[in-house]
């Protein structure tokens, strides 16, 4: 099992940015595809972005194309989500997963563990 915890959270004005990190613990990082999930409330989960064990196959939700940028560094074993031209609709608790194959995807059930989450708060 590995161990996922977020840091990077917090409140921001719509329009601004935010840097998510997931520092993990464990062997099978490096291998694994990882991906960030959302969750407002009163909603259900949502995907956000996956990447593979190389950082060669990256996929985002059409709600944050062109806005969120995933990115990982096996070498620190961490795993990021740059967040810009942030929305109040934007607004939730951001979780990492590690995905069950080195390719991600973005059905929460092929992930196979979960940070504790970070909440991110974008006031209009």
């Known amino acids: 099992q590995v161990q996922l915890v977020e840091s990077g959270g917090g409140v921001v004005q719509a329009g601004g940015s935010l840097r998510l990190s997931c520092a993990a613990s464990?062997?099978?990082?490096?291998?694994?595809?990882m991906g960030w999930f959302r969750q407002a409330p009163g909603k259900a989960r949502e995907f956000v972005a996956t990447?593979?064990?190389?950082?060669?196959?990256?996929y985002y939700a059409n709600s944050v194309k062109g806005r969120f940028i995933i990115s990982r560094d096996n070498a620190k074993n961490t795993l990021y989500l740059q967040m810009s031209s942030l929305k109040p609709e934007d607004t939730a608790v951001y979780y990492c997963?590690?995905?069950?194959?080195?390719?991600?995807?973005?059905?929460?059930?092929?992930?196979?563990?979960w940070g504790q989450g970070t909440q991110v708060t974008v006031s209009s």
């Open positions: 464990g062997r099978t990082f490096s291998s694994s595809a």
């Open positions: 997963a590690l995905s069950r194959y080195a390719t991600g995807n973005t059905d929460s059930h092929d992930y196979v563990d």
């Open positions: 990447i593979s064990w190389s950082g060669g196959r990256i």
